[in-house]
Structure formats: structure tokens, C-alpha cells
């Protein structure tokens, strides 16, 4: 991203969000804060964005994996977790959303520092609160401490916690990739839901050629792609990190888990998974 500015991925990712809460009610995922966080010139662009049919795969995806990420959250809260790291939040609404706050469950999101005071203000101008139950965590993955951050927010890193990392991986280095996810292993009962992105030449040349145009799309933006993973080397890293309970799912394997009407169309293909891991005690 550029320096100093907001993501401008997690701009389009909330406007994806609210306009599935329009066009399909919130089918796969409910989010009734999605349309009042967006700021001007993301609502703005929202009729254009829901008209373009070619945007419909991307947004069940985007809808699915919060709807995914959320499910294991709650199963994570059930089994007895009280601590929620939201990685790369952008304008996530979990936090405003929170149905286990009552239980103590606390939300500590960490983002890129522009980012994160970006949204703040954008709270403050939609009349938003900010939960009591809610700590921010400012941190550039690439230079600071992720551990050291939560450390200094009241995080406790000898108590289980759940991870939610989605829309960051592809933009870190592997470097940053592998060390945060050092970081959420050294966590007793520890759980984390992301994705990535399988490399180009796994794909056939049609598909090659779309992810090739996103990822220069993106690098145009001041956001580019930087690691990708193919699903046996990655296993076999989240393994030796100690992940003995995990799932990798594909797009459409993800998405056809729920209302199987949106998913029509959708091919199982190589490319963007969405992986749930977690470690024993």
C-alpha cells in the first residue's frame, strides 16, 4: 500500500461485504454493520460494483470465508477461548458484532497503522462506539513485532487464542508469513483461519491470465502479491509448526457449504484456499 495511506484492499473487500448484504440479504453472511462503516467513496462505488456480474465470485468468496472464519471462531469460544486476534482487520466488523462479549471474550485487532486509524475514524463518523471489549493493535508486519504488539495490548500469550488472518497473506513476505505464524503456534490450544493463493503456474493459462490481471491490479494499487504456497508445501509447514487439526478448502469447496443457489457456476480450481489449523494443548 502506499505510505501513510489505508489499504485499498480492505476497502473493496467491506464493499464486497455490504453488497452482498443487498443483493443476497446476507445469505451466506450476516453483517448488519457492513454498508455503515464504508466510507464515501467506497459507498459510492457500490451500484457500479454489484451491477458487474464478473464481481460475483469474489464476493460469495469474501462472504464465505468471514462466514467460515466466524464458524470456527464460535467453535473455538464454545471450547472455552476468551481471546480473538483479528490479523489485517480492516474494516472487519466483528468487533461491533461480538455475541460472546457477555462471556468475556476480548477482540484485539492488529493492522497496518494508516490503516487502522483510518478506521477509526470511520467509527467515529458513522456514530459507532467502540466496544469496551475491543483493543487495537497498530503494527506494519513487515517491521514490528507481532508478539511484542499484543504483548503491549493486555494479550496473554499463556492462554488459548483464535487467529483470523484473511486478505493478508499473498501481500506479506514469506518471511513475515512464516514468522506470525511462529508466533500463533507458541500459543497453548491456539486456532488460525487465512488464506493464500496457489503459484501461477498451477493454474490453466485462462485462469493464469485472470490471477496474473488481479495480482497487477493490485500491484498498480501499491498492494502487490508477494507469496504463494502450493497446498502439499504448506501442509506439511503448518505440520512441522505443530498443527495437528487442520482443513484446506478451495473456493467453491468453501463456498458450496452454504446456500448451494449462490455457488452454481463456481469450478473447484486451483488458486485462493481458505485453511483452518489448530494446535493441541
Known sequence: MHHGQPSQTARGAAAHRAIHQILEGGAIFKDPFASRILDERTAVSLN??????????????????????EDALAA????????????????DTFSLRNPFAHAGVRVFEVDYPAT????????????????ASLTFVPIDFERQSL??????????SDCPAFFQWLGVVVYLSREAILVTLDVIASIPASAVVFEYTEPFENHSPEGRA?????????????EPWLSFFNPTELSAIL?????????DLRVAEMVKRYPS?????????PGGHVVRAERAL
Open 261 to 269: 443457489a449462490l455457488a452454481t457456476g463456481l469450478s473447484i480450481s
Open 116 to 131: 487502522q486509524a483510518w478506521k477509526r475514524e470511520r467509527l467515529k463518523e458513522a456514530g459507532l462506539p467502540l466496544p
Open 147 to 156: 508478539a511484542e504488539g499484543l504483548a503491549g495490548a493486555g494479550f496473554r
Open 76 to 91: 473455538c469460544v464454545a471450547r472455552g477461548v476468551r481471546q480473538i486476534v483479528i490479523l489485517g482487520a480492516g474494516l
Open 48 to 69: 457500479e460494483m454489484a451491477a458487474d456480474e464478473s464481481l460475483g465470485p469474489m464476493r460469495l468468496f469474501i462472504a464465505a470465508r468471514s462466514r467460515f472464519s
Open 239 to 247: 505440520r512441522g509448526k505443530g498443527f495437528t487439526d487442520f482443513e
Open 210 to 222: 485472470r490471477l496474473m490481471a488481479a495480482a497487477e491490479q493490485a500491484a498498480a494499487r501499491g
